[in-house]
């Protein structure tokens, strides 16, 4: 018997209940959630062709859908999905071996406070930042969006700003409380990045997120704006500080580069980088991040291209807050969040890490 709309929103539910954080259908297979980072198969049974054509036609608008059920037409999608009093979706479409596939990202209705998420207390500081850029960094479910919803939350509960939010999807929905919020989804509201952030300059905004940096018109859009005082956020699939640095300058045309390194080390606020770790009660992830926030000492680092990997010295003083993986793993080792075996599994060093420990200890 094929699914239903209700059979479907029932997963999804089930999803939520159990705090997974995608959902994978595909054509001929059982649908499988990821839980706490592991790929779980679901006990239903293998979802057919017209299994997935009833949830396409539930989650994808009707402009959208033909075109994606016409085999020659749309071979990808992304968009959002609201299913009722449960949470949003995030969703990717594909199509593998003839056949269909649909990742769903969860996305909760409830927006999540720094201090749920149990971020380092840097990061309200880092949100509060008067101007600058600011970078979320990290893998493709590193939580990233987690963190700017928190960052954003906690500037729109303390501060009368207007907040202009470029993203492809809009993930978390937010409801103004003290600031003033608007969110632009790429496609619908505007026909891309470029076009909005050019367009974002003229909206009056204190604080821009942008979703994604994907190239060098966004990037230097994003320099600029924070170059005229405004506070401007935004994410890059990078793994730390260096790297960051570095996929931003290499964007530009080699005769760019030297201009836009010396205006990124005027204009960058800090870095934040994150993966996740398992926690050591079972109970989901924690993420562990590397903080980098600009000061005088690696605003000379990034200046020069030879000197970049002295901003290492910088972070690891800890001074304002800031912090390598290896040293939050440890505080969250001594806190008894995560595992030794956790801990030296994720660390930047591992097999460093349980000796600086005793070391530390020893101190």
């Known amino acids: 018997m094929p699914i239903t709309k ?36 679901i006990k239903m049974d293998p979802l057919t062709e017209e299994d ?13 859908i033909l075109l ?42 409830k927006i999540p406070t720094t ?35 928190a960052m954003i939350n906690y500037i729109n509960r303390t501060q009368p700003v207007h907040i202009l939010t470029l993203e492809d999807p809009v993930e978390y929905v937010h409801s103004p409380l003290k600031a003033r919020i608007t969110q632009r989804e790429i496609g619908n509201d505007t026909v891309d990045f470029g076009s909005a952030l050019r367009a974002a300059l003229r909206q009056d905004p204190d604080i821009i997120l942008i979703g994604e940096m994907r190239d060098a018109e966004t990037i230097g859009i994003a320099i600029k704006a924070a170059e005229t005082g405004h506070l401007v956020f935004g994410t890059v699939h990078t793994t730390d500080a ?33 993966r996740l770790v398992k926690k050591i009660d ?33 972070i690891k003083k800890r001074s304002g807050g800031m912090q390598t993986f290896d040293q939050h793993l440890t505080d969250l080792f001594k806190a008894g969040a995560v595992s030794m075996e956790e801990a030296k599994t994720n660390a930047s060093k591992p097999d460093d890490f349980e000796r600086n420990l005793n070391f530390a200890d020893d101190d």
């Open 282 to 314: 079972g109970k989901g992830r924690i993420a562990v991040q590397e903080i980098m926030i600009n000061n005088p000492g690696i605003r000379d680092a990034i200046q020069i291209a030879e000197n970049t990997s002295e901003i290492y010295t910088y």
């Open 115 to 149: 201090e749920e998420l149990k971020l380092p207390a840097a990061i309200n500081k880092i949100a509060s930042a008067g101007q600058g850029l600011v970078l979320v960094t990290g893998a493709t479910g590193s939580g990233k969006s987690s963190t700017l919803a």
């Open 242 to 274: 260096l790297s960051t640095i570095g996929r931003l300058i290499s964007m530009f045309p080699p005769e760019e580069q030297h201009a836009v390194r010396q205006r990124i080390a005027d204009n960058l606020f800090a870095t934040i980088s994150q």
């Open 6 to 41: 209700e059979g479907f929103f029932s997963l999804v539910k089930n999803a939520v209940a159990n705090e997974v954080s995608d959902i994978h259908l595909r054509q001929d297979e059982k649908p499988t959630f990821r839980l706490r980072g592991d790929l779980v198969a």
């Open 52 to 64: 997935m054509r009833i949830i396409c036609h539930v989650l994808i608008k009707d402009e959208d």
């Open 68 to 109: 994606l059920l016409n085999k020659n037409k749309l071979k990808e999608y992304d968009g959002s999905f609201a299913v009722p009093n449960v949470c949003r979706v995030r969703i990717n479409f594909m199509r593998y071996q003839s056949k269909m596939g649909l990742i769903l990202r969860i996305i909760s209705d």
